[in-house]
C-alpha cells in the first residue's frame, strides 16, 4: 500500500473517531420530553399569572388596529406586498373571523398563547447555551414571573413583540443546531423563521444575527468560523439585503418616533447621552421593576452614575468572556437581542418594556447561574432568594395587568410614573375625551405642549375639544399652531375648512382642503373634503369631477357614491 493511500486512510479514521467521540446538543424534542412535567408546570403558572389581564380591555393602539380596522377582516391585505404575510395581522385576522372584534379576551388569549410558546423555546436555547438543567429551569422560572414582560403579553398591540421573540428564538436555535450537526435542514429551518420575523417587522428580527454571532464567540469562533465561514458570509449579504429592503419602512418609524416628518428635534439620539441612559435604566427595570409604565422618561440618576453602571456592565462582560463564558452569554445577550431597537437612528424610543421582553432572556439566565454555583453552599439563603424573586415578580405582574385593563387606568398610571412625557399627556387627554369630561381633556393636551412646545399632534386635539365646545376662536388658533410646527398635519387643514364654512368665509375653506389634497394627494379623504367644500360653495361641477376622480380609483368609497348623487340632485343653474 502506497505511503499517500496509507495517510489518506489514517485521516478518515481520525475523523471516525472524532465523530464517534463528539458530544452532540440533545435534540429539541428530546429535551421537551425529558422536561415536559416542567414545561407544563411553567405553563400552568404563565396562565395563573396572566388569568386578570384576559378581562382587559382594548386600549391605546389597540382601537386602530382593531376595533377601528375596516381590513382586519381582509385576508389579502394581511398578506399583501406591503405587509410581507405579517403574523400580527394574521393572527388578528384569524381572531376576528373566529370571534369578531367586540371582545377582546380571544385576542388576549392568543397574545398569551405566544408568550407560552416562547417560554418553551427560552428553556430549549437555555438548555442548550448551559448544559445545565437546573440553570436552565431557574432560568425560565424566574422569566414567566418578570413583570417586565407584561407590556408585551397583556397589551394586544404588544403581541408582536412576542411574535418577534419566538421567531427569532427558533431562528437560532435551529442555526445552533446547524453549527453542531451540520445539516441542511436546521439551516432552511433557520432562515425560514428569520423571513417569519422579517414579515413581521423591520429591523428588529436582525437581533437573530447578532445573537448567533454571540453564541459562536461564546462556544469557541474560529473553529467554527474555519468550518462555516461562506455562510456566515451568506449571514451578512442576508442583512445587507435586508437593511435595503427595510429601508422605506425605517424612515417611516423615525417619523412616527420623532413626531412628524417634518418635526424640528432631528432624527438620531446622542450616543454618549442614550447609551449610559438608557443600559443603566434597562439594567433597574430588570432587577428592580417597579416604575413600570408605557412611557420612560424620567431618568433621575446623576450622569456619573449612569456612566458608572454602564463601564461596570461592560466590565463584566469581558471579565467573564475570559473567566466564564455562561455568564458572559447571559450578559451579552441582554442587549445584543435589543440592540436594534437601541440604533442611535430614533427607529424607536429610548426606552420601552416590551423592547426588553428577549434581552430580560439573559437577565434571567444570569440570575439562574448565580442561583445554580450557590445552591449547595448556601442551602437556606438561595432558595430564600428565589422564593422572595417570585413573590414580589408576581405580585407586580398582577398589579400591572390591572393598570391596562382600561384606557384610563393605563394612562393614569403613565402620567404618575413619566410625568415629563408629552405622549402620555396627549393620551391622557384623549381619554377625557372619551368620557366627555372636556375641561379635563384640554388640561391634559396643555399640559402635553407645557412639556413639548413643538408638539403638533396635541395642539390639534386640544382644538378638536375647543371646536366641539363651541369655541372656534381658541380652535383655530390651535389648529395653526399645529400647522406651523408639522405642516404635513392635513387633519388640521381639513378642520380649519371646517370652521371656515361655519364663519362664512368659503375661499379660504377652498384654500384649506387644496392644502389638505397636497399633502395626501392618494388619500380620499381630503379630496372628498375638498368636493363638498365645492359644493357647498356653489361649484357644483367642480365637485362632480372630484367626486368621480375617487371613483375611478375607488368604485366603492361609499361617501363619494353618496355625495356625487346628491350634487346630481341639485338644481341645475
Not at 405587509?83 to 385576542?107: C, D, E, Q, R, W
Not at 461592560?314 to 450578559?331: C, E, H, P
Amino acid at each position: 500500500m502506497s505511503q499517500k493511500r496509507l495517510k489518506k486512510i489514517r485521516k478518515v479514521e481520525s475523523k471516525v473517531v472524532e465523530l464517534e467521540q463528539r458530544e452532540y446538543l440533545p435534540n429539541f424534542f428530546e429535551i421537551l420530553k425529558n422536561n415536559w412535567k416542567y414545561l407544563v408546570l411553567i405553563t400552568v403558572l404563565g396562565i395563573l399569572l396572566y388569568a386578570n389581564a384576559m378581562s382587559g380591555n382594548f386600549v391605546s393602539d389597540d382601537y386602530a388596529t382593531i376595533t377601528q380596522n375596516p381590513q382586519i377582516g381582509d385576508f389579502w391585505y394581511t398578506i399583501k406586498l406591503n405587509s410581507f404575510a405579517n403574523s400580527m395581522h394574521l393572527t388578528n385576522f384569524f381572531v376576528y373571523k373566529l370571534f369578531g372584534n367586540t371582545s377582546p379576551i380571544p385576542y388576549h388569549i392568543m397574545s398569551l398563547m405566544w408568550f407560552l410558546v416562547f417560554n418553551v423555546l427560552g428553556f430549549v436555547l437555555i438548555k442548550l447555551v448551559s448544559k445545565n438543567d437546573l440553570v436552565s429551569k431557574l432560568s425560565m422560572l424566574l422569566f414567566v414571573f418578570h413583570p417586565i414582560h407584561v407590556e408585551a403579553t397583556s397589551w394586544i398591540a404588544g403581541r408582536i413583540y412576542l411574535i418577534l421573540a419566538v421567531y427569532i428564538v427558533a431562528s437560532v436555535i435551529n442555526f445552533i443546531y446547524f453549527l453542531d450537526t451540520g445539516k441542511y435542514k436546521s439551516l432552511i429551518l433557520s432562515l425560514m423563521f428569520f423571513y417569519l420575523a422579517f414579515s413581521t417587522d423591520r429591523p428588529r428580527p436582525f437581533a437573530a444575527f447578532l445573537i448567533i454571532m454571540l453564541y459562536v464567540f461564546t462556544i469557541g469562533w474560529k473553529s467554527i468560523y474555519r468550518k462555516y465561514a461562506k455562510y456566515f458570509g451568506l449571514l451578512i449579504l442576508i442583512g445587507i439585503v435586508g437593511v435595503i429592503i427595510s429601508w422605506p419602512y425605517i424612515n417611516t418609524r423615525i417619523a412616527v418616533v420623532n413626531g412628524g416628518i417634518n418635526a424640528t428635534d432631528g432624527i438620531f439620539y446622542d450616543p454618549l447621552f442614550q447609551y449610559p441612559t438608557s443600559i443603566p435604566k434597562y439594567l433597574q427595570l430588570l432587577f428592580f421593576p417597579v416604575d413600570l409604565t408605557l412611557y420612560h422618561t424620567m431618568y433621575v440618576l446623576p450622569s456619573w452614575l449612569n456612566w458608572a453602571i454602564l463601564l461596570n456592565y461592560l466590565a463584566l462582560v469581558i471579565y467573564f468572556y475570559f473567566k466564564d463564558k455562561r455568564y458572559f452569554w447571559a450578559l451579552s445577550f441582554i442587549f445584543v437581542s435589543v440592540a436594534p431597537s437601541m440604533a442611535p437612528v430614533k427607529v424607536s424610543w429610548l426606552v420601552a418594556e416590551r423592547y426588553m421582553f428577549l434581552g430580560s432572556l439573559g437577565f434571567c439566565m444570569f440570575l439562574g447561574l448565580l442561583l445554580d454555583d450557590h445552591w449547595k453552599k448556601l442551602r437556606i439563603v438561595t432558595p430564600t432568594l428565589l422564593v422572595s424573586f417570585l413573590i414580589f415578580y408576581g405580585v407586580r405582574v398582577v398589579a400591572r395587568n390591572i393598570d391596562w385593563q382600561t384606557n384610563h387606568n393605563l394612562w393614569v398610571n403613565t402620567c404618575q410614573v413619566s410625568p415629563n412625557s408629552h405622549n402620555a399627556w396627549n393620551n391622557i387627554g384623549d381619554d377625557y375625551d372619551k368620557l366627555k369630561e372636556m375641561d379635563n381633556a384640554v388640561k391634559g393636551f396643555t399640559q402635553s405642549v407645557l412639556v413639548k412646545p413643538n408638539y403638533a399632534d396635541a395642539y390639534h386635539n386640544r382644538a378638536n375639544i375647543f371646536y366641539k365646545s363651541g369655541r372656534l376662536d381658541l380652535a383655530r388658533e390651535s389648529y395653526e399652531i399645529a400647522i406651523r410646527f408639522t405642516p404635513s398635519l392635513y387633519q388640521s387643514y381639513l378642520s380649519l375648512a371646517q370652521i371656515d364654512l361655519l364663519e362664512n368665509k368659503p375661499d379660504l375653506a377652498v384654500a384649506h382642503a387644496q392644502k389638505a389634497v397636497e399633502y395626501q394627494p392618494g388619500n380620499p379623504q381630503p379630496l372628498y373634503v375638498l368636493g363638498v367644500i365645492y359644493v357647498q360653495v356653489g361649484k357644483v361641477e367642480e365637485g362632480k369631477k372630484i367626486f368621480e376622480s375617487i371613483l375611478a380609483q375607488i368604485p366603492n368609497y361609499s361617501p363619494a357614491v353618496e355625495a356625487l348623487r346628491q350634487a346630481k340632485a341639485l338644481p341645475q343653474k
